[in-house]
């Protein structure tokens, strides 16, 4: 297994600045971060969700797109994929975010998947993402870039069996799954094994962070809440090394993405703790 950062986690970098503390921590792939910066916040301070500098603004001509993959390959690193913010149905961003990718050399996009908040059928929603992936399944093959479909909490595809019956009609060259324990921590919690014997050949990418759950006020009838939140990668309810050992299991063999939203560390400084928490986790295999 290889590693890789998703450049959401890396707002305060330029692309070149990424690129090149990525080498010096000896991670090997960019996913990047396919979103403009709003322009009330231009002049915020770097964030991961406003200002981030190290993103591709979907408008971009091909000549702005090649300083993107420039950097990486500058660097000896590769470009592995497009990650935008799509909404489902959206062809004709996925189309856009496809040729983005197809520029740069990146082999996958992420693609758009309906939130859940009870305010619409599950049924609906989920023949509503069959017709969108059938249209993603088409483009993928015509550029050669996979759709992947990630494990995200309040989405119709919170776990992995949710996310298995969403793709599991469709090519696996085409259209495949991101991987992400640390969402299901939030919701969608299933054993992680299980999760990746069922998805096969779907199992794209993997990404990488942590969460925990925390108490909160108590309600009058004295029943205690609690809230989730993001804990940095070896501090969290995910046990790295057993999901690890589980990906070995299976014979996954691909890249394992950092999407740290802790805040715990800086940039350069994440990096360069995750590429050697990972490579001491991989080594004790």
């Known amino acids: 297994m290889k590693l890789s950062v998703f450049t959401v986690v890396?707002?305060?970098?330029?692309?070149?600045e990424l690129a090149q503390a990525?080498?010096?921590?000896?991670?090997?792939?960019?996913?990047?971060?396919?979103?403009e910066i709003p322009a009330e916040a231009q002049e915020e301070p770097p964030s991961f969700w406003r200002r981030n500098l190290c993103s591709i603004d979907p408008r971009s001509t091909e000549e702005e797109l090649d300083r993107f993959a420039k950097a990486a390959s500058g660097h000896g690193l590769r470009s592995l994929s497009v990650m935008p913010y799509l909404t489902p149905?959206?062809?004709?961003?996925?189309?856009k975010?496809?040729?983005a990718a197809k520029r740069l050399g990146a082999s996958a996009i992420r693609v758009?998947?309906?939130?859940?908040?009870?305010?619409?059928?599950y049924n609906e929603l989920y023949e509503e993402e069959i017709a969108y992936l059938h249209g993603v399944e088409e483009l993928a093959r015509r550029y050669k870039v996979k759709g992947l479909v990630e494990t995200h909490h309040r989405t119709i595809a919170p776990s992995a069996g949710l996310t298995h019956r969403l793709v599991s009609r469709f090519d696996p060259a085409a259209v495949g799954v991101l991987y992400d324990p640390g969402n299901m921590i939030h919701e969608g919690y299933e054993n992680f094994r299980l999760g990746l014997e069922l998805l096969g050949p779907y199992l794209a990418h993997v990404h990488v962070k942590n969460t925990g759950w925390k108490?909160?006020?108590?309600?009058?009838?004295?029943?205690?809440?609690?809230?989730?939140?993001?804990?940095?990668?070896?501090?969290?309810?995910?046990d790295w090394k057993q999901v690890l050992a589980d990906l070995a299991a299976v014979g996954y063999d691909g890249y394992l993405g950092l999407e740290d939203f802790s805040g715990t560390?800086?940039?350069?400084?994440?990096?360069?703790?995750?590429?050697?928490?990972?490579?001491?986790?991989l080594a004790g295999l």
């Open 10 to 16: 890396t707002p305060d970098l330029t692309p070149e």
């Open 112 to 121: 758009g998947v309906p939130g859940y908040d009870r305010t619409k059928n």
């Open 22 to 35: 990525a080498k010096e921590a000896g991670i090997e792939g960019i996913e990047w971060r396919y979103k």
């Open 89 to 95: 149905g959206d062809l004709e961003g996925t189309e």
């Open 97 to 99: 975010a496809m040729k």
């Open 215 to 238: 108490p909160e006020s108590r309600r009058e009838n004295g029943k205690r809440e609690w809230s989730s939140y993001w804990e940095p990668v070896s501090g969290g309810i995910v």
């Open 265 to 281: 560390f800086g940039s350069r400084e994440l990096l360069q703790v995750y590429a050697q928490d990972m490579k001491e986790l």
